[in-house]
Each structure stands twice: as C-alpha cells, then as structure tokens.
C-alpha cells in the first residue's frame, strides 16, 4: 500500500471521526436534557453524538430495529453518566489536562489534511470548532489520568505475586498432546451423491493401499491429495486435538509414530493421516506465560476495580433522569 492510499485512508478516518464527533449539532434541532449528574446536565445531543460513535451512521438510521435503539440509547445514557462522574471525580482530585498529550492528538487530527483551511472547512461541516475539539480531548485526556491513576495502578500486579498465582495453578500451564502430520484429502462436493461419495472412498482406499505397500506418502500426497498441502507432500505441521475435527482425533488417538491412520470419513471428504512424530503434554514454563498470563490477570482486576468504582461514584452522586 502507498503512502499516498494510507494518507487517504487517515484522512476519511479523521473526517468521518469529526462527522461523527459534530452529529448531533448539525443534525438534531431537539436538545432535551436526558439526564442530570450532580447539576451537570447530558443533553440530547451529547447522546445522540455518543450513539453515532457507538454504532455506524447508516445503521444508526436504516438497519437497527426500534427495539434494538431503545436498547443502545439506554445503555449509551448509563455510560455517559458514568463519565460524567468519572469527569466530576477528576476534577475533585485537581487533575490537570496534560496539554502535550492533547496539541499532540490535535495535531495528528489536522496533519491529514493539506492545509489548515482543509481542516476547518471539514469542521464547519461537522458543525464543530477546533477549540470544542480540543475540549473534548481535553476532557477525555482528564478521564483517562484518572482511570490510570485508580484503575489501572491499582490493578499493576507485582511479579512475586504473578509467579505465586502460576505455582498455584500450574495445571492451567499445559502445552497439549501435539502430532505432527502428513495428509492425503479427497475432497467430496457437499452435493454429492452416495455413488459419488462411494467411488472417492474407493479412491482413498486404493491409495491407502500403496501406502501401505511402501510408496512413499509423500510423494502420493503430491499425486493424489485434493487441498493445498499436496504442494507440501502432505506436511500439515504440529497440530493439537483440539485443532481437527473429532473423528480425525479419534482415528489418531491410538496410532504410532511412523504409522498411517485408515481412510477417515468426513462432511468434507476422506482424509489420511501419516504420524510422523508425538509430542507428549508438556507443562509451560513460567516465562512462556508470562506475559499473557500478566495481561489476563490485570485486565481482571481492572474490570472489577472500574464496576466498584463506578458503583462508589454512582452511590453518593445525584442523578436525575426525565
């Protein structure tokens, strides 16, 4: 891809952010107050904005169903408030826009244009100024200062405590049986007849049957199977049970390495397996889930810290909903 068709792709980005960001403006005349936070008050249009951006434009008008609507705008409501609040608490703490962090994201936002006058001819047509935008961003920069500072610091876990949580729950750690394979496939039409069906396996069969006689799996592979790995002779890698389908994992279960499985019947078609090495379940070591197992467990924590928070927030706050 060019630059120049990545630079187009960014910029259709950005308008379409901006369309989405000035919706509510340019389109809705009905500004209502839905819904009050401690004074502050959510306008109509702060949700009907906030909705845009949940769900595409055109959906929004044509495909969603009334039922579907109502339901998205509720929960677009109940997320607004909590922002609110999430808004109101920073502000309580003294949190500060970091002012670099927004010019740098505003900048972003205007660089995909070829001039500044491109730029706010676009946000005159989404209804909207360059200084509601950096609000906005302002705001949202704020938010997220106070999500870090509350959520996300809070959920860190230390690595003494990543490596107690692995120790305890080793047997979660286990790297599967895999089997590494060659295959032959006959591929069977979904429409096809019982004859038809029947001459194929009676194909597979007679190949099985060379196979067995020595030729080499290989090379039949190349002559015969009807997938991509024929180019391969067969190879298909390492794979684990949970990896094939279930009358595969059967036919293997019970075979050798060195040994071929018999003609294995499908939805697909008839497949044959040649097993070529088993490797046994093996324990993970720590530094190989390390990571992973680091990411799932804060992401935990932050999700439960987030509801108590917003569940905190929402116990001592006023809010009124018409």
Do not use: C
Request: proline residues 2%.
């Amino acid at each position: 891809m060019t630059d120049a068709h990545e630079g187009m792709i960014m910029k259709k980005a950005v308008i379409g952010f901006l369309l989405l960001l000035g919706f509510a403006v340019a389109a809705l005349a009905d500004d209502a107050v839905v819904a009050t936070v401690n004074g502050a008050q959510i306008r109509n249009a702060d949700l009907q904005k906030y909705m845009a951006e949940k769900i595409p434009y055109i959906a929004f008008h044509k495909t969603v169903s009334e039922e579907k609507m109502k339901a998205l705008r509720e929960e677009a409501l109940q997320e607004l408030i909590d922002k609110e609040l999430q808004y109101q608490a920073a502000e309580k703490k003294g949190i500060k826009p970091d002012e670099g962090t927004v010019e740098h994201k505003l900048a972003g936002m205007r660089a995909q244009f070829k001039s500044d006058k491109e730029f706010h001819e676009a946000l005159a047509k989404a209804g909207l100024t360059e200084q509601g935008i950096k609000q906005q961003l302002s705001r949202d920069n704020i938010v997220q200062q106070f999500l870090d500072a509350e959520v996300v610091k809070k959920a860190a876990i230390s690595d003494a405590d990543l490596a107690a949580y692995y120790e305890a729950n080793r047997e979660k750690y286990l790297a599967p049986e895999r089997w590494k394979l060659r295959e032959m496939f006959f591929k069977v039409p979904a429409d096809a007849t019982k004859e038809e069906r029947a001459k194929k396996k009676e194909k597979a069969e007679e190949v099985l049957a060379r196979a067995k006689k020595g030729e080499d799996f290989g090379l039949l592979a190349w002559e015969f199977s009807e997938d991509d790995y024929k180019y391969k002779s067969g190879d298909v890698g390492y794979l684990h049970r949970d990896m094939l389908l279930p009358e595969i994992e059967k036919a293997l279960v019970n075979v050798d390495p060195g040994e071929m499985t018999g003609v294995i019947e499908t939805i697909y078609g008839y497949y044959i397996f040649y097993l070529e090495t088993k490797l046994p379940t093996r324990q993970l070591a720590f530094e190989e889930v390390r990571e992973k197992l680091k990411k799932e467990i804060q992401q935990k924590r932050e999700k439960e810290l987030k509801s108590r928070l917003l569940e905190d927030l929402r116990s001592g706050a006023r809010i009124s909903v018409p």
